[in-house]
């Protein structure tokens, strides 16, 4: 079944850890660039980090320096640590797979895992 | 960072209703625009790419259209399982995508 199930979320106090992970299963993990969305309580969707299938890395201005994305393709799995937690990065956690060529489409979204920053 | 602003940011429809949503792009984005249906507690559902292009599974009562700073999604007889909320997103800044704030469609 093509799939990806996030794990790793919880409750943190401000500036705790944390380390999200998620496994794809169904399809060539290693042929898919992925991402990290998330999802504050009550807001939109906001695009966190973005790795391609050799591991370059991107992050939004908001999370730079404190959230890294990597991943592992023998275990067809990205994974996200987040440092420094604040209030602000409080939301449902999405990983998401990039199918285009040029052009980011996100074809395939997990169900999510719920970060809760609160002391 | 390019801005997506969509709206309304909400509307009230009936089953059968023809609905439009439109987003627009603080730049011009060529045709690099994607929606999405998402429903409380699932994952986004990808429903149009490249502004018009229909993704593999959806109804094709779901339609877009539009190029450069200005799209709509038209759903072109609402069911009762469409009721969700509705994301635009640029891709022309790949990997730096940027989301609309949402359109929430609720039933009439």
């Known amino acids: 079944q093509v799939q990806l199930v996030e794990s790793g979320g919880g409750l943190v106090t401000p500036g705790g850890s944390l380390r999200l992970s998620c496994a794809a299963s169904?399809?060539?993990?290693?042929?898919?660039?992925m991402s990290w969305i998330r999802q504050a309580p009550g807001k939109g969707l906001e695009w966190v980090s973005y790795?391609?299938?050799?591991?370059?890395?991107y992050y939004a201005d908001s999370v730079k320096g404190r959230f890294t994305i990597s991943r592992d393709n023998t275990r067809s799995s990205v994974y996200l640590q987040m440092n420094s937690l604040r209030a602000d990065d409080m939301a449902v956690y999405y990983c998401?797979?990039?199918?285009?060529?040029?052009?980011?489409?996100?074809?395939?979204w997990g169900q999510g895992t719920l970060v809760t920053v609160s002391s | 960072d390019i801005q997506m602003t969509q709206s309304p940011s909400s509307l009230s429809a009936s089953v059968g209703d023809r609905v439009t949503i439109t987003c627009r792009a603080s730049?011009?984005?060529?045709?690099?625009l994607n929606w999405y249906q998402h429903k409380p507690g699932k994952a986004p559902k990808l429903l149009i790419f490249?502004?018009?292009g229909l993704q593999s599974g959806v109804p094709s009562r779901f339609s877009g259209s539009g190029y450069g700073t200005d799209f709509t999604l038209t759903i072109s007889s609402l069911q009762p399982e469409d009721f969700a909320t509705y994301y635009c997103q640029q891709s022309y800044s790949t990997p730096r995508v940027t989301f609309g704030q949402g359109t929430r469609l609720d039933i009439k």
């Open positions: 998401a797979r990039d199918s285009a060529v040029a052009g980011a489409r996100f074809d395939l």
């Open positions: 169904g399809f060539t993990f290693s042929d898919y660039y």
């Open positions: 490249g502004a018009s």
């Open positions: 790795i391609t299938s050799d591991s370059t890395v």
């Open positions: 730049q011009s984005i060529a045709y690099y």
